[in-house]
Every structure is written in C-alpha cells, then in structure tokens.
DNA sequence: CGTAGTCGATTACGCATGTAAACGATGGAG
DNA sequence: CTCCATCGTTTACATGCGTAATCGACTACG
C-alpha cells in the first residue's frame, strides 16, 4: 500500500450533482436496487440511457455516497449517506450563501414570493406550536 | 443581421455560478465599481487574481447579468439582475429539488435540524401574523 | 461447447467552471 | 513623441459534469 488514503472518519461528504442526485432519490425511495432497477426508475423521465445510469452509479460509489453488495454477477446499490443529511448540507449551503446563515430572511423571502401556500402557512404555524412546547 | 437573436424577453437568466455570485454580491452592494474596485472587494478573502475577476466579470456580461457602461478607457459594472430575483430563483430550484416544491417540509427541517435560533422563531412568528392579517 | 446477452469497468467527448497568463490598445507622464 | 501602466479581450488549462459507447468477463441457453 504506497499510498493508502487515511479515510479515518474525517473525510467531509464529496459533493453530489444535479443528475447523481436524481440517482439519490431512486435509492432514498426504495433499496437495494440493481442498476437496471434504478434505470427503471429514472431513464424514462429523464430520458437517460441505462449507460448514464451505470456512470452516475459509478461516480456515486466513488463518492462513497453509495454502498455496493455483490448479488450474483450483479451488484445492489444502496445509499451511504441519509436522505436527512444531504439535504441538511444543502438547505444550509443556500443559506448561509444567500441569507447570511440565518433562516429568518429565507422565511421572509419565500413568504413574500407567493411562494407560501395557505396549507404551507398552516403547517408551518403547527410546527412552531409544537416548537414553543 | 443575418442572425440576430429575437432576445425580446423570452431569455430566462443564465445560471450564475458559484465564483460569479461572490462577484454579484460586490455589485449588489455597491455600484458602478470598476474591474480592480471588485478585486479589492473580493480578491483578499477568496485569494484571487485580478484577472481572475475580470474572467468573472466578462463572463457575467455575456451572461447577461451584468450591464457595463464606459468610464473613460475602463468600464463600470452594474447588476442587471436583482439580487432578489437571484435569491428568489435559487431558493425555488432548492425548495423544487429537495422538497417536492413545498415550502413545509423545508422549514420543519431547519426546525428538525437546529438551524433556527429563538431569533429566528421570533421573527417567523411575527412574520405569520402579518401574513394572516 | 459455443454463442448471445448482460454486468461492471474503462474510455470518450463536449461544455461549464475556476483560475489565471499573455496580448493588444490606449491614455497619461515626462 | 515615447514609454509605461492599465484596460478589456483572448487564450489556456485542469477539473467536474452530462451523456454515452465500447470492452472484457461471465452466465445461461441451446
């Protein structure tokens, strides 16, 4: 082993793209799949090929985002990292990109788009309810 | 013109990335700079070269993002884009991507996950009762 | 036993991005 | 009038991403 990386536990999450996170989403939903499962899933809507698949899969593996277990000549895939998690680090990313870190002005901003539905403000005042308990 | 592009008002905004929004942010606070004023704002903290922001700069003018308007043999920069579409923008593509679209979810997550202070609570707090209102 | 289908792995390729140096025009100092 | 500093523009190059074809191994069918 010349150069055998540490990988110890403090190796910070590599970043996942746009496309890999569709792959994500399959594997979120419902694992361990095959990659021609997950190619069910997500070729049609995005028009992918099953080689386009087989790459983010790949990629995803590198990433250590997604674990493998050999199932005969195949392997299942499976997620290495919480649906919770990933998207804990990229509310926070925006966040703190565009609002300084605080949520407050995120609320704020969403409220004064239009983009807050009636049932959006319902829920959100439970949950605030729930918080002050 | 052979070729000219209809560009009435059809164009959605090109999307700015990451290095470029540092320079918006600049511009957003304050404006017309010139390409060095920009560098003394960002060059320091992301350990920049001028040149890398005159990169920067002239892909967001192509980009349309910019706007320039000549000062003797320099230009001046200024936003075409208001930091409130760029905001309002990237949190819908976050809110669409990881939330199925609905505001909710995301905000029980920052609540889930600690990353609303009392202040925030506060503010949110107000924030509905002048929505209801 | 050979052959066709299927797997993961390897290679490909164009575009975006991050980062910057080189170049050509030009305006101001001397 | 000449030369240097300074512009914006052009070119450069590595990495990452989106999208995919190809390849070598293996298995199942005939």
Redesign the pocket.
Same mark, same amino acid.
């Given at each position: 082993m010349s150069e055998s990386a540490p990988l110890q536990s403090g190796d910070q999450p590599e970043?996942i /793209?746009? @496309?890999?996170h569709a792959v994500m989403e399959v594997l979120w939903q419902r694992s361990p799949l095959?990659?021609?499962e997950v190619c069910e899933q997500v070729c049609e809507p995005?028009?992918? /090929?099953l @080689?386009?698949v087989?790459?983010?899969l790949?990629?995803l593996?590198t990433k250590q985002a997604l674990a493998t277990e050999p199932d005969?000549?195949?392997?299942l895939y499976s997620p290495r990292v919480a649906r919770e998690a990933y998207v804990g680090s990229e509310s926070r990313r925006l966040v703190d990109r565009l609002f300084g870190g605080r949520a407050a002005p995120l609320f704020a901003h969403l409220a004064e788009s239009d983009a807050l539905t009636e049932d959006d403000i319902a829920e959100i005042e439970a949950l605030l309810k729930e918080l002050k308990s």
């Open positions: 970043r /793209s746009d @496309a890999e095959t990659a021609a995005r028009g992918w /090929s @080689a386009t087989k790459t983010l790949s990629r593996v005969g000549k195949r392997f």
